[in-house]
């Protein structure tokens, strides 16, 4: 589904790194798709379980298929969600073995521009989503930096560290992703933008976060880190132990199932 720069393995450190800024954008999402209760949902990686919580607390399903390629998110998610109707699997969003026409509703939370094959991808959820159903996704716009840690890149750009981005980040774009959603024939495509913040206490916080994200610091000499940290913190504009707020911008898209 995607490549080692990108393979988040430890559901817990993954929370405070994304699954923050994740519920942040899933709930105006999820509002945004206003969806009847009582449907079956397609939950197409759910990583650590966080949009598959979010399915379940905000709009009553009869049941979630979740899926995701790492063994250990979705362990995570097994234990966060124990008792629910959830079931999870582990899975490739390029080739879901679901049978056609099983869900009314098909997701994936900042998800797409991880899949290498985009168009595939949405060929899969249409398939498994029933006439009439509703295919949607949301993404951080990483073209128009939207991404919650595009102060990071910054600072990397500003020390000419290279800048490791998702494999299909052009996508996340809204005008690219809609397109996509239309060119993949759906109907009554609608796009937008949804913009969030977050608080974080100090710069240690925020750093403390992104570090927790894995892969993201393993791109980073460690001799290095001192150097980039300083960068960001300039980039941020902050001191070191003063409250501040970053934003972040994620495209959106839904569609019904022909």
């Known amino acids: 589904m995607t490549d080692a720069a990108f393979k988040f393995d430890d559901g817990r450190a993954y929370e405070d790194f994304m699954g923050v800024w994740s519920r942040l954008v899933g709930a105006e999402f999820l509002a945004w798709l206003a969806p009847s209760r009582g449907l079956r949902w397609a939950d197409i990686g759910c990583g650590n379980g966080c949009s598959t919580e979010q399915i379940l607390a905000l709009t009553a399903p009869l049941s979630v298929d979740a899926l995701d390629p790492s ?22 969003a390029m080739a879901l073995t679901w049978d056609k026409a099983v869900f009314d509703i098909a997701q994936m939370a ?9 168009a595939r991808g949405l060929a899969e959820m249409i398939r498994v989503t029933r006439p ?40 996340s774009a809204l005008d ?32 403390r976060a992104w570090s927790a994200g894995g892969p993201t610091r393993a791109s980073v000499p460690p001799e290095r880190m001192p150097e980039l940290r300083e960068a960001v913190r300039r980039e941020l504009g902050v001191i070191e132990d003063v409250a501040f707020t970053v934003k972040a911008t994620a495209s959106a898209v839904k569609g019904r199932a022909p």
């Open 110 to 118: 900042l998800v797409i521009f991880f899949v290498p094959q985009p």
């Open 132 to 171: 009439g159903g509703t295919v949607a996704a949301y993404v951080w716009d990483v073209p128009n930096g939207g991404i919650p840690w595009e102060h990071i890149s910054k600072g990397k750009e500003r020390l000419d560290m290279r800048v490791i981005n998702p494999p299909s980040a052009e996508i």
């Open 176 to 207: 690219a992703l809609a397109a996509l959603w239309r060119a993949g024939g759906l109907d009554q495509v609608h796009a937008r933008h949804i913009e969030v913040e977050r608080r974080f206490a100090s710069f240690e916080h925020y750093w």
């Open 71 to 92: 063994a250990e998110q979705l362990a995570h998610a097994r234990t966060v969600l124990a008792g629910q109707p959830v079931t999870f699997h582990q899975g490739d």
